[in-house]
T-cell receptor, first 115, second 113 residues
Framework: DAGITQSPRHKVTETGTPVTLRCHQT?????MYWYRQDPGHGLRLIHY???????DKGEVSDGYSVSRSKTEDFLLTLESATSSQTSVYFC??????????????FGQGTRLTVV | DQQVKQNSPSLSVQEGRISILNCDYT??????FLWYKKYPAEGPTFLIS?????DKNEDGRFTVFLNKSAKHLSLHIVPSQPGDSAVYFC????????????FGQGTELSVKP
């Protein structure tokens, strides 16, 4: 199994509070991704990173920010949580090589509930 | 605008029979396709993939077929086993897009003993 750890695994927070989810990898992969999973939508990309301090937006980036100060850590922040951000969040990593697609490996997920 | 679609939310199959899961896509730039399997409370796990230069890829009981002209792929599981019961997601990516995956909605497969 790919070395990916997400923390926390579960979190309940109140509307309007900031929340940070952490993804830590031990594989030294360059690419890291944050997805959310919602019923009827599958997994949707929030943000991704292609290197330290290099990030870009995905399909559903509004209300989220990310940071990557080290290769192994990718943080997802909800600046002011809303009920629509209640979801299961998955981090993924990939050793994507630029011209050749490859699979991504996923963490166990973080279940976030905004009340 | 759903670029990858799995139109069957659920599928029930008898143990030992074939399971066929389908996936359609709209973006002609997609050139790599993957299937992931997901159990409850776990992350998706990679199952099998296919490049657009092929029309079939096989790995044990799992075979993926790609029909580029129809923009359709399918996953065949033969024979199906109760342990195959899970949600299956198809995903697609385009070259030079940072390995970003676009997922379908998922199909929940139930294999009954």
């Amino acid at each position: 199994d790919a070395g990916i750890t997400q923390s926390p695994r579960h979190k309940v927070t109140e509307t309007g509070t900031p929340v940070t989810l952490r993804c830590h990898q031990t594989e030294n992969h360059r690419y890291m991704y944050w997805y959310r999973q919602d019923p009827g939508h599958g997994l949707r990309l929030i943000h991704y990173s292609y290197g330290v301090k290099d990030t870009d937006k995905g399909e559903v980036s509004d209300g989220y920010s990310v940071s990557r100060s080290k290769t192994e850590d990718f943080l997802l922040t909800l600046e002011s949580a809303t009920s629509s951000q209640t979801s299961v969040y998955f981090c993924a990593i990939s050793d994507y090589l630029g011209r050749m697609n490859t699979e991504a490996f996923f963490g166990q997920g973080t279940r976030l509930t905004v009340v | 605008d759903q670029q990858v679609k799995q139109n069957s939310p659920s599928l029930s199959v008898q143990e030992g029979r074939i399971s066929i899961l389908n996936c359609d896509y709209t973006n002609s730039m997609f050139d790599y396709f993957l299937w992931y399997k997901k159990y409850p409370a776990e992350g998706p796990t990679f199952l099998i993939s296919i490049s657009s230069i092929k029309d079939k890829n096989e790995d044990g009981r799992f075979t993926v077929f790609l029909n580029k002209s129809a923009k359709h792929l399918s996953l065949h599981i033969v024979p199906s086993q109760p342990g195959d019961s899970a949600v299956y997601f198809c995903a697609a990516s385009a070259n030079n897009q940072g390995g970003k995956l676009i997922f379908g909605q998922g199909t929940e497969l139930s294999v009954k003993p």
